[in-house]
Structure formats: C-alpha cells, structure tokens
C-alpha cells in the first residue's frame, strides 16, 4: 500500500441531506486507507438518504446526529468533538448546510460543532445545478472561502434530478487528493511571493496597441499556487479576464513600464519572485495622440523601441529575491531557455514550447525547469496542477539556496 497521508489526523466527517450521501461511506473508508482516525456527524435529512448505521459499521465509532441527545453528550457532543477533530470535513454539503454555516447557526449538531471548533474547514457542495448557480448560494461560498473555509468541488456532469451542469460532489478519491494537499504543512508561511502575468499592451495611437496571445492562466496558476503554500501574494496582471484567486493582492497594469513600476515598487520586501508574463520586448516609440489615418500608400511605418527587461531589472538589484523567469519558445527550447537562465541571471526557469495551439491559450501545459546544476521535467497536466508542481520545485530550490 502507498504512503499513508493522513496518518493520525483525526477527521470529523459531516454528511449532510444530498442524494450524495452514499459516497461518503467510500469517503469514510479511504480515510481511514490514508490512516486517519474518524467519526461521522449526520444531519436529520442526512439519515433519510443512509442510515447512520452503516456509517458506524465504517467508522467503527458511534454515529453523532443529534444536538440534545443526553447519552451522545456523554460521549462526544458538540463541544468534545470540535477539540478532537483536526480537521472537519462536510462531504456532501448540501445548499441548506452551507447556507446555515453562512449564518453561524447552532441549533443543529453539525452546525454548532463548526461554531465550536478552530479546525480547519472543508466542504464539499452537492446540490443541483441551478441551486448551485443562484446567486444566494455563490454569495455564500464566497463568504465561506473569505472565512478561509476551503471548498471542494463540485464537480460537473449528470446529476441524480437527470439535469447536466455543475453541483455533483466530487469524487472521493479527488477530494482525498485535495484534502492530502491542503494538510501538508503550508512550506511558504510568512514568506512574500511576487508574480507577474498576462501580456502588456503597448499603445500605437488611442484605439490600437501591440499586443499578444498570453491568456495570464499559467501566472494567476502560480499565484494560487503560492497561496496554497501559505505565502502573502502580490500579482502584477497585464490585461486579462480571470478572476484573482483568494488571498492574492492584483495590481492591474497595460504596459511593460507599467508592470516594471508596479514590480518595482517595494521589490526588496518580497522573498521570491517569478515572472510568468509575456512582456513585449518592443513598443513603439511615440504614441500618436489621434488615429492613424488609412493612406493610399501600401506600407505603414511603425518605429519600435526595446522595452525594459523587468526581470533583469529585478536580477540587477544588490538584495535581490529567488528569481524564476519563463520562455515561452516556438523551437530550440532547452538551448534558448539555458541561455536566458545565465544572461538574465535567473536562479530558474520554466521553459515551454508554444505555437500551433501549444501553450498559451490552453489550459494544459508541460514545463521543463532549468536552474544552475540541474533541471527536472514536469510533464503534461492541468495548469492549476503545474502551477503546484512548479511551486514544489521552487520552494526545493529556494530551501537549498538559502541554506548555502
Ligand atoms: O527574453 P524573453 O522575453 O524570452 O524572456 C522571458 C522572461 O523574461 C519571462 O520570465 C518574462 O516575464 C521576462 N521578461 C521581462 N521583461 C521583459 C521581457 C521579458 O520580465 N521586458
């Protein structure tokens, strides 16, 4: 069997009223595979989609459901139970349930043991889709995930009620993998991360600009990424539409002068540095203050002047962070990135290849890391989990040069 993850952790389980609670008896049981201790809280709705006695059978521990139940008290009530869980995990975690956490309710079990407890929190809605969509349920997740309560899921795809969308709980297998990653101990506590990301704009006159494809997903990433490993994030964003994940401080700008000043400002406080935007190396030299006008001729003069290279920059300066750049190349990739590693002082890069629907736009990519004495390969995945494997190698690197 593999490496046990949670071993020793000691996880309530809270099911709550959702044709989904029958995944949480494989919930509970793959829990207790990665060696963690459990006891199960139903709510009343809960106990109508399983009994509560299967649930005991898994765990082996009585199953708590009622607030006022004189002999659970006894045993473990609410209060007893929110010191011993280390973590709280609601799986599945109806609309109601979330809602009522939402308002700090405390007249049921589930409700008042997470009132009750510091543990961290996680939850995993399931609901139908359009109950997941209304605006009354977005805003509490939002309030939740401000609250520093960790959502999980859902996932998308056929539901019970025969309507396709977002709502189904997520896996349990993937909801393990995700609790796994979040009780690691947070390895970049206290530590300040800046991120560049996205394109710059470079003005030709006051409608048309240089432009090009960065969609900014690898940086916002990154900048997740960060988060999740416990640092105080700042995000320089060219202009994209993504959402700023939770936690990250965005500063918007268009141009690479912008993105510069902004990276610029306090550089000297922040511990690492990586710079995942595609600056434009060029801009033109003089913005026309009108239109420019279509003319008969059949060519269109544009002069361009370098911009600055802003990771360089950053490289150049006498207390300088852990700096990882990026290259984005359409061929030759390991040769070109290995000398921009050493001409732009880099302690890594993550070189790519792009072109031919490679890379920018899309939401999968596979890395190739470069630092001074050795490189690894991440290979193929989702961003959001490049972006965590980046961040694994980063923090390994960071770790071995600060120790020298
Ligand atoms: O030289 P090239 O643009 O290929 O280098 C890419 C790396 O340099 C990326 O990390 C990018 O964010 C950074 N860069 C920069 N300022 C520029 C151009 C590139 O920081 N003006």
Request: proline letters at 4%.
């Amino acid at each position: 069997m593999s490496e046990q993850r949670m071993l020793d952790k000691k996880i309530v389980v809270g099911v709550t009223g959702s044709i989904a609670a029958y995944k949480a008896a494989d919930l509970v049981r793959r829990l207790q595979d990665e060696g963690a201790q459990v006891r199960v809280v139903m709510t009343k709705a809960a106990c109508e989609f399983i009994t509560p006695l299967t649930l005991q059978a898994l765990s082996g521990y009585p199953v708590a459901t009622d607030l006022l139940d004189p002999s659970q008290e006894a045993s473990m009530g609410h209060i007893t139970l929110a010191r011993w869980a280390d973590w709280i995990v609601i799986a599945p975690a109806s609309a109601d349930t979330i809602s009522r956490l939402v308002q700090g309710r405390s007249d049921d079990l589930l409700s008042a043991l997470c009132l009750a407890s510091e543990s961290p929190l996680a939850v995993a809605p399931a609901m139908n889709n359009k109950m997941w969509e209304n605006q009354a349920t977005q805003d509490n997740i939002n309030i939740l995930q401000s609250r520093d309560v960790h959502i999980i899921g859902p996932g998308s795809g056929i539901q019970a009620c025969g309507e396709l969308g977002e709502g189904r709980l997520i896996e349990p297998l993937e909801l393990i993998a995700e609790l796994a990653r979040l009780m690691v101990p947070a390895k970049l506590q206290g530590k300040r991360v800046l991120i560049t990301a996205g394109p710059t704009y470079e003005p030709i006159d006051p409608v048309r600009f240089i432009g090009n494809r960065s969609s900014g997903k690898m940086g916002f990433a990154v900048a997740k990424a960060a988060i999740e490993a416990g640092a105080i994030v700042t995000l320089v964003a060219g202009p994209v539409h993504l959402t700023t994940p939770n936690g990250v401080k965005r500063v918007n700008v268009e141009t690479a002068q912008q993105m510069c000043d902004a990276v610029m400002t306090d550089i000297e406080q922040f511990d690492i540095f990586v710079a995942c935007a595609a600056v434009a190396d060029y801009r033109p030299e003089q913005i026309e203050s009108n239109k420019i006008k279509k003319t008969q001729s059949a060519n269109l003069q544009l002069n361009l002047k370098a911009t600055q290279d802003i990771v360089s920059t950053v490289a150049e300066q006498k207390t300088r962070p852990f700096i990882v750049g990026f290259a984005a190349e359409t061929q030759s990739v390991t040769d070109y990135a290995q000398q921009k590693l050493q001409r732009k002082k880099l302690d890594m890069i993550a070189a790519n290849q792009v072109g031919d629907g490679v890379g920018f736009a899309e939401d999968d990519n596979a890395l190739q890391v470069f630092w001074e004495s050795g490189s690894e390969v991440l290979p193929l995945a989702p961003k959001t989990q490049l972006a965590r494997d980046l961040m694994t190698l980063i923090i390994e690197r960071y770790d071995a040069k600060d120790s020298t």
